[in-house]
């Protein structure tokens, strides 16, 4: 078991400067400080004012900031909490929703609207809270920045004339990584972690959650980071024990090396890897595109003669929107977004969906069993009783009390994973059993789909709560799930009007995962 300061070596780690720097004996490390670049250059030009002139031009530039800020807000939307970025504690992502939130799982997470009260239920209360979270913002994949380079660079070359809108890509540089957590992401991860304190803070104040991340990386730096916001939180509660708050809390680090068992990240169903159920969702995606992209197509070469954009580099020019979107620190909206209307930002929400509910859903044969390990470890978690499964469960991990700690104190989880990951996972539980499979010649809206869209189930730093509390009157725990904000109904085990489950009837309802799923099928 790594603890965070250790690990921070080992995965380049490079904290978001906090708030607090010193408090209640507490040592906190001053990082770089996210800054306006625009409001230093005001500093030193007014510095460079006369005297007398000082108060008068501080009271002008000031007045004129208020409005400009007045009229931000005004657009991208009020929160709880005011920031310069475009993300926040309470809502998540907050500007341009009507493009952002269709961006599948390159969105930032955004809170989605409930139809059942998230709220504690009246004489209840919450004994135990696990988060399962994705990763916060990143760069591009490996193979996916190169395609992007290549892609600007052809356009750059061979494009006679940029239309109307499109003149800033000839001044474009193509800069982003690959694979790396943003600066915007980090700031998600510990956006996140503050509001997981706050909502669970009965227990969070005196109570550390027990922290295991998939070995990647951006994983592991996602789960330092909430740890960082968690933290935060707590040494700011006047009535939490944060004199004894060690941090940075352990975290255990499951390998992603081939081979390795682990229910953070798949790779052991060899038919699922490499066989023919890893070329069903490409294969729903393509029929898609072939329908919704070509006359975005020909607009894109109309206005870039010369580059020859095909259908598939469509889908890469529209990727750029989202992804120099969250590379910006504050994740102001990129202009490659406003080359696409919001119908063609829905059909690639769409275009996006398919590849998840295809690629590692019921969509695929064996997507849900690629979730069975988590859903297992849960059981245990949720009954206090081992571990009981043969698929991709890590058994010298879950037999220890030291890595897989259950009952006593631990009434508080967070595990960090991938968003392919946690589509198996919310499929194991049949969280999504209500949705009919999608089509792939039109697009279906979230509300003929029951809730499913890559953007509502596993943006960039996605959050699912699990949930138990004991309620006034009844001799049983519930349990309840909260995705994103939005509490399921839970209707394979009878959730009731409030979307809770017996926790009796929640296990059995898990009889899929108890039985190891199709296990079998992958080594076929």
């Known amino acids: 078991m790594l603890p965070s300061s250790k690990a921070n070596d080992a995965h380049k780690y490079q904290a978001v400067s906090s708030s607090e720097h010193e408090i209640q004996g507490h040592q906190v490390q001053r990082h770089h400080s996210i800054e306006d670049p625009a409001a230093l250059d005001l500093n030193r030009h007014l510095e460079s ?25 005004a657009i991208a939307g009020s929160s709880q909490r005011l920031s310069p970025s475009c993300d926040s504690v309470d809502l998540g992502f907050r500007c341009q929703p009507h493009i952002s939130q269709f961006w599948g799982q390159y969105s930032p997470y955004f809170s989605i609207p409930s139809e059942i009260p998230t709220g ?8 135990f809270a696990q988060i399962l979270s994705r990763h916060g913002a990143r760069d591009p994949t490996s193979s996916k920045t190169t395609k992007y380079a290549q892609l600007v660079d052809r356009i750059h070359s061979n494009a006679t004339a940029y239309g109307a809108g499109y003149s800033f890509i000839k001044d474009y540089d193509y800069v982003l ?14 956006n996140s972690g503050i509001k997981y304190y706050e909502r ?4 969070a104040k005196d109570t550390t959650p027990f922290v295991r991340s998939s070995g990647q990386d951006r994983v592991v730096e996602s789960a330092m980071n909430w740890t960082q916001g968690f933290h935060d939180a707590r040494i700011k509660d006047k009535r939490s024990k944060s004199e004894k708050d060690d941090y940075p809390y352990p975290i255990v680090i499951i390998s992603e090396d081939t081979g390795s068992n682990n229910t953070l990240d798949h790779g052991l169903c060899n038919e699922f890897e490499s066989g023919f159920d ?10 898609w595109v072939s329908i919704f992209t070509p006359s975005i197509t020909d607009r894109l070469n109309e206005n870039l003669p010369g580059a020859n954009i095909t259908n598939a580099e469509t889908i890469n020019m529209m990727d750029l929107c989202p992804f120099n979107t969250v590379a910006d620190l504050h994740g102001f909206i990129s202009p490659f977004c406003s080359l696409f209307t919001e119908d063609e930002w829905h059909a690639y929400d769409y275009y996006q969906s398919l590849g998840k509910y295809y690629g590692s859903s019921w969509g695929n044969p064996l997507g849900a069993t690629q979730g069975v390990g988590f859903t297992n470890e849960l059981i245990a ?12 469960t890590n058994s010298t991990l879950d037999d220890s009390r030291q890595t897989f700690p259950i009952g006593g104190k631990t009434v508080l989880y967070a595990d960090f994973s991938h968003d392919n990951d946690m589509t198996g996972i919310f499929s194991a539980m049949g969280l999504y059993n209500e949705t009919a499979p999608l089509l792939n010649t039109t697009v279906e809206s979230v509300e003929s ?6 953007a509502w189930t596993v943006p960039f730093a996605a959050r699912a709560y699990f949930e138990k509390m004991s309620c006034v009157g009844t001799s049983e725990e519930f349990v309840r799930i909260v995705v994103n904000d939005r509490v399921l109904p839970l209707k394979t085990c009878g959730g009731d009007y409030l979307g809770r489950c017996a926790l009796s009837n929640f296990v059995d309802s898990l009889s899929f995962a108890r039985e190891g799923g199709d296990w079998d099928k992958c080594f076929v």
């Open 49 to 73: 004012f006369k005297e007398e002139n000082r108060k008068r031009t501080t009271f002008i530039v000031m007045g004129a900031i208020g409005f400009f800020l007045f009229l931000y807000w």
């Open 120 to 127: 504690v239920p009246d004489q209840c209360q919450i004994t």
């Open 177 to 190: 990584g690959a694979d790396q957590l943003s600066i915007f992401g980090q700031q998600q991860m510990i």
């Open 200 to 203: 669970y803070q009965a227990l």
């Open 278 to 287: 890893s070329t069903i969702g490409d294969s729903a995606q393509a029929t």
């Open 381 to 392: 978690r949720l009954t206090n009783t081992p571990v009981d499964d043969h698929t991709s």
């Open 449 to 454: 789909t029951n809730g499913y869209s890559a």
